[in-house]
C-alpha cells in the first residue's frame, strides 16, 4: 500500500464531514502508518485546542489503515475495543499520527496510535483492537 493508495482509502472509508479534516499520509508499510493532521480552527472547541471527538476519529482511521496496510487489502472492520489516553491539548500546528500493529490473526488485529504535537510531545496515545469480515 503506498502513499495513493492509502489517499484512496482515506476518500472511500471516511464519510464526508471526516474528510474535512485533511489527513495527509505520510509514509505507510506493513507494520504501520504515518500521518499529519494540519492544525484547523474549524477542528476546534471554543479554547482553540483540537477537539477529543476529532482525536478520537483520527486514532480509528489511523488504525483502519494500518490494518489494512498490514493485510494487504482494505476490509469491512470495526473497533471492539479502543482505549484512548488524551494526554496534552493541541492549541497550534500539526499533530503527527502514527499507527502500528502488535498483533495480527485471521479476523483481529490490535495496534497503538500515537500523536505527537509540533513539538514532538505526546498528545494522545491510544490502543485498540479490531474486527475484520473475511475475505
Known amino acids: 500500500m503506498d502513499d495513493f493508495a492509502v489517499r484512496e482509502v482515506l476518500n472511500r472509508l471516511l464519510p464526508p464531514w471526516a474528510r474535512l479534516y485533511g489527513l ?6 506493513s507494520s504501520g502508518i504515518a ?6 480552527s474549524g477542528l476546534c472547541h471554543l479554547d482553540d485546542a483540537i477537539s477529543n471527538q476529532v ?9 483502519i489503515i494500518a490494518v489494512s496496510a498490514a493485510i494487504g ?12 489516553h488524551y494526554v496534552r ?9 502514527s499507527a502500528h500493529m502488535s498483533r495480527l490473526f485471521t479476523h483481529t488485529g490490535a495496534g497503538e496510535v500515537e ?10 496515545h491510544a490502543t ?5 469480515r473475511a475475505a
Open 35 to 40: 500521518m499529519r493532521l494540519p492544525y484547523s
Open 128 to 132: 485498540a483492537t479490531y474486527t475484520m
Open 89 to 97: 491539548r493541541v492549541r497550534s500546528g500539526s499533530v503527527f499520527v
Open 24 to 29: 495527509v499520509p505520510i509514509s505507510v508499510s
Open 55 to 63: 482525536l478520537a476519529t483520527v486514532a480509528d482511521v489511523a488504525m
Open 115 to 124: 500523536m505527537l504535537d509540533e513539538s514532538g510531545c505526546v498528545a494522545v
Open 73 to 84: 487489502e482494505v476490509r469491512p472492520m470495526s473497533p471492539v475495543y479502543m482505549n484512548t
